[in-house]
């Protein structure tokens, strides 16, 4: 069993920053492959981010260059470093393990 916390979301202005935490309890966090989804009202659910076990990570386009995904096996943790925000990547950001477990998600609205 493994449970998720999301936190670091909030309120931030176009060109911000933000960095989002996601704390895992249970003994497999070492083996998760971690990934940050986002949903925005009227949107499918779609993968940000993702970071194997290895150390692998992936993005989508649309936030590559500006998002950065790492975690630390240390402290059961997987963050979500978030630059040059846009008002588009207002969102519920929600992070799993192998898409299995999952957290309840955190708020991050981009906005002036």
């Known amino acids: 069993q493994v449970q998720l916390v999301e936190s670091g979301g909030g309120l931030v202005q176009p060109g911000g920053s933000l960095r989002l935490s996601c704390a895992a309890s249970?003994?497999?966090?070492?083996?998760?492959?971690m990934g940050w989804y986002r949903r925005a009202p009227g949107n499918q659910r779609e993968l940000v981010a993702r970071i194997t076990r290895g150390g692998s990570t992936n993005y989508a386009d649309s936030v590559k260059g500006r998002f950065s995904i790492s975690r630390s096996n240390a402290v059961n943790t997987v963050y979500l470093q978030m630059n040059s925000l846009k008002p588009e990547d207002t969102a519920v950001y929600t992070c799993?393990?192998?898409?299995?477990?999952w957290g309840q998600g955190t708020q991050v609205t981009v906005s002036s």
């Open positions: 799993t393990c192998n898409d299995y477990y």
């Open positions: 249970g003994s497999i966090f070492s083996i998760c492959s």
